[in-house]
Protein backbone atom coordinates (compact mmCIF):
# COMPACT_ATOMS: atom_id res chain seq x y z
CA UNK A 1 0.00 0.00 0.00
CA UNK A 2 1.41 3.63 -1.09
CA UNK A 3 0.51 6.74 -0.62
CA UNK A 4 1.19 9.93 -2.69
CA UNK A 5 1.92 13.00 -0.64
CA UNK A 6 2.05 16.55 -2.63
CA UNK A 7 3.36 19.99 -1.39
CA UNK A 8 4.32 22.85 -3.44
CA UNK A 9 7.52 21.73 -5.06
CA UNK A 10 8.29 18.11 -4.12
CA UNK A 11 6.50 14.99 -4.39
CA UNK A 12 7.14 12.22 -1.93
CA UNK A 13 6.24 8.56 -1.92
CA UNK A 14 5.66 6.59 1.11
CA UNK A 15 4.55 3.20 1.80
CA UNK A 16 3.07 2.15 4.99
CA UNK A 17 5.90 2.25 7.62
CA UNK A 18 6.29 5.61 6.32
CA UNK A 19 9.69 4.53 4.76
CA UNK A 20 10.35 6.24 1.33
CA UNK A 21 9.34 3.89 -1.98
CA UNK A 22 9.80 3.95 -5.56
CA UNK A 23 9.33 6.65 -7.56
CA UNK A 24 6.36 4.57 -9.42
CA UNK A 25 4.99 3.26 -6.23
CA UNK A 26 2.58 6.51 -6.20
CA UNK A 27 1.63 5.64 -9.76
CA UNK A 28 0.16 2.54 -9.22
CA UNK A 29 -3.66 2.31 -9.47
CA UNK A 30 -4.02 -0.74 -6.79
CA UNK A 31 -1.62 -1.58 -4.88
CA UNK A 32 -4.04 -3.60 -2.38
CA UNK A 33 -7.29 -3.95 -0.75
CA UNK A 34 -6.83 -0.34 -0.44
CA UNK A 35 -6.22 2.08 -3.26
CA UNK A 36 -3.33 4.71 -3.69
CA UNK A 37 -5.33 8.38 -3.17
CA UNK A 38 -3.46 12.21 -3.26
CA UNK A 39 -2.74 14.43 -0.35
CA UNK A 40 -3.49 17.49 -0.98
CA UNK A 41 -1.36 20.01 1.96
CA UNK A 42 -4.59 21.95 2.29
CA UNK A 43 -5.98 18.52 4.32
CA UNK A 44 -8.09 17.77 1.85
CA UNK A 45 -8.63 13.91 0.66
CA UNK A 46 -9.20 13.09 -2.85
CA UNK A 47 -10.41 9.05 -2.60
CA UNK A 48 -10.81 6.86 -5.29
CA UNK A 49 -13.20 3.80 -5.43
CA UNK A 50 -12.91 1.36 -2.44
CA UNK A 51 -12.16 -2.26 -3.70
CA UNK A 52 -13.24 -4.60 -1.57
CA UNK A 53 -12.99 -7.86 -3.78
CA UNK A 54 -13.97 -8.64 -7.38
CA UNK A 55 -17.79 -8.61 -6.92
CA UNK A 56 -17.94 -5.09 -4.65
CA UNK A 57 -16.02 -2.37 -5.60
CA UNK A 58 -17.95 0.63 -3.39
CA UNK A 59 -17.84 4.22 -5.43
CA UNK A 60 -15.79 6.91 -3.37
CA UNK A 61 -19.52 9.16 -3.79
CA UNK A 62 -20.78 7.00 -1.18
CA UNK A 63 -18.34 7.44 1.27
CA UNK A 64 -17.96 10.72 3.58
CA UNK A 65 -14.43 11.82 5.40
CA UNK A 66 -13.81 14.75 7.69
CA UNK A 67 -10.38 15.08 9.76
CA UNK A 68 -10.26 16.60 13.11
CA UNK A 69 -7.51 16.83 15.69
CA UNK A 70 -6.37 13.63 17.17
CA UNK A 71 -5.67 13.13 21.16
CA UNK A 72 -3.04 10.22 20.14
CA UNK A 73 0.72 10.76 19.71
CA UNK A 74 2.22 13.71 17.88
CA UNK A 75 3.86 16.15 20.30
CA UNK A 76 3.03 19.95 19.58
CA UNK A 77 2.24 18.73 16.15
CA UNK A 78 -1.06 17.36 17.25
CA UNK A 79 -2.07 20.75 18.26
CA UNK A 80 -1.69 21.90 15.27
CA UNK A 81 -2.46 19.03 12.43
CA UNK A 82 -5.92 17.65 11.54
CA UNK A 83 -4.78 13.89 11.67
CA UNK A 84 -7.65 11.92 13.06
CA UNK A 85 -10.08 10.56 10.35
CA UNK A 86 -13.75 9.79 10.26
CA UNK A 87 -14.89 7.60 7.46
CA UNK A 88 -19.05 7.73 7.40
CA UNK A 89 -20.61 5.00 5.22
CA UNK A 90 -24.66 4.07 4.51
CA UNK A 91 -25.02 0.29 3.75
CA UNK A 92 -28.50 1.06 3.48
CA UNK A 93 -28.14 3.39 0.89
CA UNK A 94 -25.03 1.89 -0.78
CA UNK A 95 -26.97 0.41 -4.22
CA UNK A 96 -23.79 -1.82 -5.57
CA UNK A 97 -23.49 -4.81 -2.84
CA UNK A 98 -26.11 -7.21 -2.92
CA UNK A 99 -29.08 -7.46 -0.56
CA UNK A 100 -28.24 -10.64 1.45
CA UNK A 101 -24.59 -9.10 1.84
CA UNK A 102 -25.75 -6.04 3.14
CA UNK A 103 -28.01 -7.58 5.69
CA UNK A 104 -25.25 -9.56 7.29
CA UNK A 105 -23.02 -6.66 7.76
CA UNK A 106 -26.01 -4.78 8.57
CA UNK A 107 -26.93 -7.89 11.59
CA UNK A 108 -23.29 -8.45 12.43
CA UNK A 109 -22.47 -4.68 13.21
CA UNK A 110 -25.78 -3.11 14.33
CA UNK A 111 -24.41 -1.54 17.28
CA UNK A 112 -21.70 -0.13 15.38
CA UNK A 113 -24.30 1.95 12.90
CA UNK A 114 -25.93 5.06 13.73
CA UNK A 115 -29.93 5.91 13.73
CA UNK A 116 -29.48 7.54 10.87
CA UNK A 117 -28.13 4.14 9.08
CA UNK A 118 -24.63 5.40 8.58
CA UNK A 119 -21.59 3.46 10.21
CA UNK A 120 -18.98 5.80 11.56
CA UNK A 121 -15.28 4.94 11.57
CA UNK A 122 -12.57 6.86 13.29
CA UNK A 123 -8.55 6.65 12.91
CA UNK A 124 -6.43 8.71 14.86
CA UNK A 125 -3.28 5.53 15.04
CA UNK A 126 -1.13 7.19 13.01
CA UNK A 127 0.58 10.83 13.08
CA UNK A 128 -0.56 11.66 9.63
CA UNK A 129 -3.81 11.57 8.04
CA UNK A 130 -3.47 9.79 4.74
CA UNK A 131 -2.24 6.56 7.30
CA UNK A 132 -4.94 7.58 9.22
CA UNK A 133 -7.47 7.68 5.82
CA UNK A 134 -5.99 4.28 5.06
CA UNK A 135 -6.38 2.65 8.19
CA UNK A 136 -10.08 3.35 8.57
CA UNK A 137 -10.46 1.96 4.56
CA UNK A 138 -8.73 -1.15 5.46
CA UNK A 139 -10.83 -1.56 8.68
CA UNK A 140 -13.88 -1.05 6.43
CA UNK A 141 -12.91 -3.42 3.47
CA UNK A 142 -12.00 -6.35 6.40
CA UNK A 143 -15.81 -5.49 8.07
CA UNK A 144 -16.90 -6.25 4.68
CA UNK A 145 -15.01 -9.29 3.92
CA UNK A 146 -16.01 -10.73 7.17
CA UNK A 147 -19.63 -10.98 6.52
CA UNK A 148 -19.17 -11.78 2.50
CA UNK A 149 -20.61 -15.50 2.81
CA UNK A 150 -23.35 -16.72 5.11
CA UNK A 151 -22.97 -18.25 8.01
CA UNK A 152 -22.65 -22.50 7.44
CA UNK A 153 -25.58 -24.12 9.12
CA UNK A 154 -24.38 -27.31 11.59
CA UNK A 155 -25.31 -30.30 10.38
CA UNK A 156 -27.11 -32.89 13.24
CA UNK A 157 -24.83 -35.40 14.29
CA UNK A 158 -25.39 -38.53 16.42
CA UNK A 159 -22.41 -40.32 18.85
CA UNK A 160 -21.61 -42.90 16.94
CA UNK A 161 -21.47 -46.66 18.25
CA UNK A 162 -17.95 -46.90 19.04
CA UNK A 163 -18.48 -43.76 21.32
CA UNK A 164 -21.63 -45.20 23.14
CA UNK A 165 -19.85 -48.31 23.91
CA UNK A 166 -16.63 -46.77 25.50
CA UNK A 167 -18.92 -44.34 27.43
CA UNK A 168 -20.74 -47.20 29.19
CA UNK A 169 -17.68 -49.69 29.50
CA UNK A 170 -16.52 -46.37 31.52
CA UNK A 171 -20.17 -45.77 33.69
CA UNK A 172 -19.48 -49.72 34.62
CA UNK A 173 -15.42 -49.54 35.54
CA UNK A 174 -16.38 -46.35 37.93
CA UNK A 175 -19.96 -47.98 39.19
CA UNK A 176 -17.53 -50.97 39.87
CA UNK A 177 -14.61 -48.92 41.41
CA UNK A 178 -17.48 -47.36 43.71
CA UNK A 179 -18.84 -50.30 44.99
CA UNK A 180 -15.60 -52.33 45.77
CA UNK A 181 -15.49 -49.18 48.16
CA UNK A 182 -18.25 -49.99 50.14
CA UNK A 183 -18.44 -51.50 53.60
CA UNK A 184 -20.75 -54.34 55.08
CA UNK A 185 -21.08 -54.03 58.30
CA UNK A 186 -24.07 -56.63 58.61
CA UNK A 187 -21.47 -59.62 58.62
Excluded at 55 to 63: A, V
Aim: proline content about 5%; glycine content about 4%.
Amino acid sequence: MTFRVQSDATELNLNVAGERASPMAGFCVRTSSLDVFTHAPQCECLMSDLYVNQRLTIPSSELAISAARSSGPGGQNVNKVNSKITLRWSPEKCTVIDPGWRNRFIARHANRITKDGELVLHSERYRDQPRNLADARFRLVEMLLECREPAKKRKKTRPTLGSKRRRKEAKTKLSQKKQSRRQSFGD
